[in-house]
């Protein structure tokens, strides 16, 4: 699997509350709906322009804070092919596993790219690889992650283990 896309940079402790603001926890139910406000508080440019495909790279420690799932919904259903950070808050982490949303660990790629890059996620070879030509390595997914991450997510996986899908 391989994803490409435009940069969206942010820093460390990036929390929940200004990836999906919490004065929607209990007002927005549908999922396109939550796209629309991703990121509304922490960056206006993202809500505006974010497309499909596109990578956010964030600091240490991102998604800290509530263990709120629709600060990982938002995301992905916005499109966002993956996330790079420096570290992940815990339950954010797994959020995104449940969900779906590819996310890496790699400092070094952090560090290296520039908001407005194009970057190129190969999960094959576990490779980061940026317009200038450098190359990043991250331990591939497990086959059972990949599993979560190829069918959508930890419900949809489990039903299509269990041949509830069609």
């Not at 400092?107 to 890059?117: I, K, R, S, T």
Request: include cysteine.
């Amino acid at each position: 699997m391989k994803i490409q896309g435009k940069v969206w940079k942010y820093g460390d402790d990036v929390n929940t509350d200004v990836i999906f603001a919490g004065k929607y926890t209990y007002t927005i139910k549908d999922r396109a709906e939550m796209a629309k406000v991703a990121l509304e508080d922490l960056d206006p440019e993202f809500t505006k322009n974010a497309q499909a495909g596109d990578i956010i790279v964030g600091g240490k420690n991102w998604g800290c804070g509530s263990s709120r799932e629709q600060a990982v919904t938002c995301l992905k259903e916005r499109g966002i092919g993956a996330i790079i950070a420096k570290g992940f808050a815990r339950i954010y982490y797994r959020n995104c596993l449940n969900e779906g949303l590819p996310i890496i660990v790699s400092a070094e790629a952090v560090d290296a790219v520039n908001a407005g890059e194009t970057v190129e996620i190969d999960f094959d070879s576990g490779e980061i690889r940026t317009a200038g030509g450098k190359v990043f390595k991250f331990p591939p997914y497990p086959e059972f992650v990949r599993g979560l991450i190829e069918d959508g997510g930890l419900i949809p996986h489990v039903k299509k283990s269990l041949g509830l899908s069609k």
